[in-house]
């Protein structure tokens, strides 16, 4: 029984933060859908990933870059937030096209992907003001 409890409780956990991750925001869940396997096996300490996706993950940002704004969101303050992103994705596909070692790389993919939460966190917190 208890086995079964935690199957299920892992299974709706799952559930759970997959639905978190869907937004009203094209070029936010687009950019997602590109650097979540990339960050999250980072993390794992393979960036296999990282190296063969840099330059898409750069032009990804750069479309968001290029993207209006949703209007329900303040652009003050999500512009300078994707602008940063983009410099920091511009320096993932520098640190792979220059072939620095795997210690450079976890540094600024970190960067950007704290960015990236960042985003989201704000994103998020307008969402759910807009509701209130």
Not at 44 to 61: E, H, Q
Not at 66 to 71: E, G, L, R
Not at 87 to 114: F, S
């Amino acid at each position: 029984m208890k086995k079964y409890f935690l199957v299920v409780f892992f299974a709706l956990l799952t559930t759970l933060s997959f639905a978190q991750t869907k937004t009203a925001w094209k070029e936010l869940d687009d950019f997602h859908a590109i650097v979540a396997p990339v960050f999250h096996t980072a993390e794992k300490g393979n960036y296999n990933a990282a190296k063969d996706s840099a330059t898409l993950v750069l032009k990804r940002a750069e479309l968001w870059q290029a993207a209006p704004i949703p209007a329900t969101l303040d652009t003050a303050v999500f512009k300078p937030l994707i602008d940063r992103l983009v410099l920091e994705c511009k320096a993932i596909n520098v640190t792979v096209t220059a072939r620095k070692p795997d210690d450079e790389l976890k540094l600024v993919l970190r960067k950007a992907h704290k960015t990236f939460h960042e985003i989201l966190s704000k994103y998020n917190q307008s969402v759910n003001k807009t509701k209130s």
